[in-house]
């Protein structure tokens, strides 16, 4: 099981294989990988399996108050998005139908507020404009419909 916090359920829609460190971007593909097969992802409070390699260093933003209300703003977003209850502890398996309802809403900016004042934004809001095509969770997914 994938463990995943709050905010990395939108950040995950936009992975193209990019990310803050070689280290970084390699475990996160390997969750990506991990994703697109179906395995489930647990809910967590605080650092995740995304934020492994980044832990310990000099950069890690992981236990800020910032990215813990990041966290809160996005996994409220996530479940109205998806109409079920999301917490700690709860499990969740992207399917292509979910997968597509969030890239859809996260397009349209219906579960962005999360994002504000994300160094990743920009670049969030460029494969998102660019229909997702080069995502790699769950690639073969049709491209979502904008809402």
Known sequence: MVRLRGHHLLCLLTFVG??????????????????????????V???????APMLGTPDAHCDNESIRSRDEHAL??????LGI??????????????????RAAFADGAIRAACGGCEWSA???RV???GFGNALI??????????
């Open 18 to 43: 990019e990310g803050y460190t070689p280290a970084f971007t390699r475990n996160y593909l390997r969750i990506a990988a991990r994703l697109s097969a179906g395995e489930a992802i647990e809910i």
């Open 45 to 51: 409070e605080g650092p995740d399996d995304i934020c």
């Open 76 to 81: 409220a977003a996530t479940a109205e998005s």
């Open 85 to 102: 209850p999301l917490e700690a502890g709860s499990i969740l398996v992207l399917d292509g139908e979910r997968l597509g309802r969030l």
């Open 123 to 125: 670049f969030c809001t």
């Open 128 to 130: 998102a404009d660019e």
């Open 138 to 147: 769950n690639a073969e997914a049709a491209p979502p419909k904008r809402l």
